[in-house]
């Protein structure tokens, strides 16, 4: 029986997309948001390039850069676990792949359209059922579609997506099924996603057969790395809950202290205490008395 290991993973997805360019090109037109009469046909890899690392996730992040016949340039990075950077630094990575199309003196009419796929590996927007999420620059306000769509950003939630149905065979399902249900535990495979054969080839790349003692021992540092980083930023926002929650009394607290000494100044005002004893007693500035005085 064959042993399987995780297509998200690090070493997997570089083996599987990094090094076969027409699965990558099955995957990309399954899932882009592409015009319907221009599919990517033919597929060149990019050189990586140095995008900044994410503090909290410095080795979790698996990527693949290319462009097609039309020269149009796609960045692909596959996340483990959710952080808010993690948009800015696929922006940042769309960015330079879009900048850099151009020599100097190039004429901007040959820039093309550049897309940036973000595929996240747990649910980051709790708040909306949605699992895809595109982003375009588009005229605020506009009903006209007045959109420009040269630089183009995709989210996919990966734990969200719905299946209907075990026979639902839409491209775009079955490769994010085969990025949701392949790992260690599978013990078969669907033969909806092996009746696809670049789906299949994918599988078949995803065997652990497949894969040197190097790159096995390479593969288990990264999920050790992915455990490390979730339980960081578990512990960061415990802390944060803490620290906001000792703030937040501290606060009551100096709050509470201030409108009993607003209280007591009040009552004094009324007995007619001058100002000079208000001020020794309560530690009350004469402007907030003065404040305290313009609200009775």
Not at 192 to 214: C, F, G, K
Not at 216 to 241: C, H, I, N, P
């Amino acid at each position: 029986m064959s042993r399987y290991l995780d297509p998200k993973a690090d070493v997997v997805f570089k083996k599987i997309f990094g090094d076969h360019p027409h699965l990558l090109m099955s995957f990309l037109n399954a899932v882009l948001p592409l015009p319907a009469d221009s599919p990517i046909v033919e597929l060149t890899y990019l050189p990586s390039e140095q995008v900044p690392a994410i503090p909290e996730f410095k080795r979790t992040i698996a990527d693949a850069r290319c462009k097609d016949a039309k020269g149009r340039a796609f960045v692909v990075e596959m996340q483990m676990n959710w952080t808010d950077s993690f948009k800015r630094r696929l922006l940042f990575g769309a960015s330079q792949a879009f900048v850099k199309q151009l020599d100097k003196g190039k004429d901007y009419v040959l820039l093309q359209p550049v897309y940036g796929l973000g595929l996240v590996a747990e649910i980051y927007d709790r708040l909306s059922p949605d699992w895809y999420h595109h982003y375009q620059l588009v005229k605020k306000g506009s009903h006209d579609g007045d959109i420009i769509d040269h630089l183009q950003l995709i989210f996919i939630e990966l734990p969200k997506f719905p299946v209907h149905s075990a026979e639902e065979k839409t491209l775009r399902l079955l490769w994010l099924r085969f990025l949701r249900e392949i790992d260690e535990k599978t013990k078969t495979v669907s033969h909806e996603l092996l009746e696809v054969p670049e789906i299949a080839e994918a599988v078949e790349l995803a065997e652990e057969s497949a894969y040197t003692q190097a790159e096995l021992a390479f593969y288990e540092s990264y999920w050790d790395q992915v455990r490390r980083e979730k339980t960081l930023m578990s512990e960061k926002y415990t802390k944060g809950l803490e620290v906001g929650k000792a703030e937040g009394l501290a606060e009551g607290k100096a709050r509470g202290k201030a409108e009993g000494k607003a209280e007591v100044a009040k009552r004094m005002l009324k007995r007619g205490v001058s100002l000079e004893v208000i001020v020794e007693d309560t530690g009350l500035t004469y402007q907030e008395l003065e404040q305290i005085k313009n609200m009775r």
